[in-house]
């Protein structure tokens, strides 16, 4: 079974940029969809961005779209959200998630695989 490491936490000021990686590890790591989502203090968990194994479909959020890029490298097990122009209403615990769904990856329970979470502060 797959397991996820993220890595990237940081507090940026409004307009900043900040990238977050997710690293997959196990012996043997099958093709997976990987989503990001993020939770803020006091909400509910939310879809952000989400990538398939190849890296040629992206899914993003309407609120991200346009300021968050996903990306994979499959050669180093590792996914990547880059966030900029960062708002402080971004500021949340971003979660990366894997999935080997190829549909509904805006849904929190496609996703069977979970990294610790990355705290992102973005001050005004």
């Known amino acids: 079974q797959v397991q996820l490491v993220q890595s990237g936490r940081g507090l940026v000021q409004a307009g900043g940029s900040l990238r977050l990686s997710c690293t997959a590890s196990?012996?043997?790591?099958?093709?997976?969809?990987m989503g990001w989502f993020r939770q803020a203090p006091g909400k509910e968990r939310e879809f952000v961005a989400a990538i398939s194994w190849s890296g040629g479909t992206t899914v993003y959020s309407d609120s991200v779209k346009g300021r968050f890029t996903a990306s994979r490298d499959n050669a180093k097990r590792t996914g990547y959200l880059q966030m900029n122009s960062l708002k402080p209403e971004d500021t949340a615990v971003y979660y990366c998630a894997a999935s080997r769904s190829a549909t509904q990856w805006t849904l929190g329970t496609t996703y069977d695989t979970w990294g610790q979470g990355s705290e992102v502060t973005v001050s005004s």
């Open positions: 196990g012996r043997t790591i099958s093709p997976f969809h």
